[in-house]
């Protein structure tokens, strides 16, 4: 008041610093609770099991249901013969994750 200007600029950005970023999870969080599926579990583990049961010529049979369409696999094999080893030991060491042993389980 009296003419002087009181400087909020730090506490003022912070805040909207933070209120957009819970905005921004509140957001993600309501896409993510439509989108139960990930890449490790529902693609790359069943696949890297087919090869471990000896059956690579059935990778590209992985199939995953979003929202009434199939989505292939369409990774390349070279990757799911890289990864087969990881998931056979995952599974030695019985990680889980939704009822999957699965290698990565720990920071999906």
């Known amino acids: 008041?009296?003419?002087k200007r009181v400087d909020k600029g730090?506490?003022?950005?912070?805040w909207l610093l933070l209120t957009a970023a819970i905005a921004y999870l509140l957001a993600a969080s309501a896409v993510k609770a439509s989108l139960?599926?990930?890449d490790l579990a529902d693609f790359w583990v069943p696949t890297a099991r087919l090869i471990l049961e000896g059956r690579p010529q059935e990778i590209y049979s992985v199939r995953l249901d979003i929202f009434g369409h199939l989505f292939p696999n369409s990774y390349?094999?070279?990757?799911?013969f890289l990864l087969a080893p990881f998931v056979a030991i995952a599974d030695a060491l019985n990680f889980s994750y939704r009822g999957l042993s699965s290698f990565g389980a720990s920071i999906v």
């Not at 730090?10 to 912070?14: A, I, K, N, Q, S």
């Not at 390349?76 to 799911?80: D, G, H």
Request: hydrophobic share 50%.
């Open 76 to 80: 390349p094999p070279l990757f799911f």
């Open 10 to 14: 730090p506490v003022l950005e912070v």
């Open 36 to 38: 139960p599926f990930n």
């Open 1 to 3: 008041m009296n003419g």
